[in-house]
């Protein structure tokens, strides 16, 4: 289970964002995960591209811009980007004596 955290952005600031929880990592859940946060956010659904799909599986994020909508958009970018569960490393280097 993963989160994907949707954000506006105006001006370089942030201006609203949201958090949504994903089932799993696939274009499916992203999609669904996606018209979730749209309708969270109310803003238009924007178009999803190869483009994005690729950074998503390479970069766990995307972004899109008013060229990725059809309607015209009161911010300057709509950011997508997963959070994933943090996990505590089993490298014994990183074990600092916590566990005596």
């Not at 997508?80 to 490298?91: C, N, P, Q, V």
């Amino acid at each position: 289970m993963a989160r994907l955290w949707g954000i506006l952005r105006r001006k370089n600031r942030i201006w609203h964002d949201v958090v949504v929880e994903v089932e799993g990592d696939g274009s499916d859940a992203t999609q669904d995960a996606l018209g979730e946060i749209c309708y969270k956010l109310d803003i238009p659904r924007p178009i999803f591209l190869d483009k994005h799909s690729e950074e998503m599986e390479r970069f766990g994020r995307t972004a899109f811009t008013q060229d990725h909508f059809i309607e015209s958009i009161p911010f300057d970018r709509f950011e997508i980007e997963f959070l994933r569960e943090k996990h505590r490393s089993g490298d014994p280097r990183n074990d600092f004596g916590g566990n005596v």
